[in-house]
């Protein structure tokens, strides 16, 4: 790990920083690496909780990404975050394993507070911190999450592969993402099992038609998922219905939790950095990369709730490297 950048600006100030380590986080590297910036990334420390941030980002969580370009065989998702540090650490990137934990935009330089000791300060800052997937929070999910056992959170992302062809599969949550997820994974399934704690759905209403119209789908009202069964594959799962604490087992052959993304910003204040109502960071110039602070640029899933996929979260990052590579330009900082 190469902790110390020689080629800071003056008074031991980076000239780009990137919170990060998933493939927006890396390919801003990888780019701004090559400009001749000197990137520094902070890839985060690893949690207790192997369902939140990782170094490495989301793609740690799955064993098969079979969608992103130039994997012609597919891919494992840890290899493939491996691969995209190997390329920015090749260009020069400085990467630190610490957590952001605060940043002050009032002053010029940024000055970012890390879990250790020192501060950082910086001219330009890419924020690449991503959106954790919301998962049902049970240990047999995460652990068949892990090892490619037909436990997923990303219907688009997985749904094709061969394993889920032509079986039952469920999709866990009651709003829109997870009408999505359920009407995309009729394309597969035999059957498709919807289930919701509740007796309605949150969903709109054009949204829930999607499922409750479509033959292939069946919703299972008022119940939750209390175990994930399966040694190496998912064979089932254990169901309780919230009303009348009754149990029961559903055999099924995949399972998705569609309950939402919390996007990783807790390390900034209320109000720091715009963001919509769902606490994505908001752009608001269309297309580019800029935030609501100058020199604040944004990349991957903590600013995108509608894609949310390793290429375009690397697309952004691309973007945010060329935009902040100008902006220094633009400030004769180089
Ligand atoms: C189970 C699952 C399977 C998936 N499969 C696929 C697939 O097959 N194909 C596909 O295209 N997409 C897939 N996705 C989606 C894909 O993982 C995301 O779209 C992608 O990882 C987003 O990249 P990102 O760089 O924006 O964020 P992330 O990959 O989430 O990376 C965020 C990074 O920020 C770091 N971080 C967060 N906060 C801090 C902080 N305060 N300080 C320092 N570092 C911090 C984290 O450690 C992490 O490294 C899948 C997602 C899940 C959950």
Known sequence: MNQDNPSQTSNDVEKVTIIGSGPAGWTAAIYAARAN????????????????????????????????????????????????????????????????????????????????????????????????????????????????????????????????????LVVV??????????????????????IHRRDQFRASKIMQSRVLDNPKCKVIWDTVVTDVLGDEKIEGIRLKHVKTNEESTLLCKGMFAAIGHTPATSFLKPGQLEMDDKGYITMPVAHRSFTSVDGVFVAGDVADSVYR??????????????????????????
């Open 173 to 194: 949550g009651g709003g829109d993402s997870a009408m999505e997820e359920a009407s995309y994974l009729t394309k597969f399934a035999s059957r498709v099992y919807v």
């Open 37 to 168: 910036l000197a990137p520094v990334v902070f890839e985060g420390v690893a949690k207790q909780d192997p369902a939140l941030v990782l170094p490495g980002g989301q793609l740690m969580l799955t064993s098969e990404v079979e969608n992103y370009p130039g994997y012609s065989e597919g891919v494992d998702g840890p290899k493939m975050m491996a691969d995209f540090k190997k390329q920015a650490e090749r260009f020069g990137t400085c990467i630190r394993s610490e957590d952001i934990e605060a940043c002050d935009f009032e002053q010029r330089p940024f000055v970012l507070t890390t879990n250790a000791a020192k501060a950082i300060k910086t001219h330009a800052l890419i924020i690449a911190t991503g959106a954790t997937a919301n998962w049902i929070g049970l240990e047999n999910e995460q652990r068949l999450a892990r090892i490619g056992g037909g436990v997923s959170a990303c219907a688009v992302c997985d749904g094709a592969l061969p394993i889920f062809r032509d079986q039952p």
């Open 309 to 334: 996929q390793a290429v375009t979260a690397a697309g952004m990052g691309c973007s945010a490297a060329i935009d902040a590579e100008r902006w220094l330009a633009d400030q004769n900082i180089d």
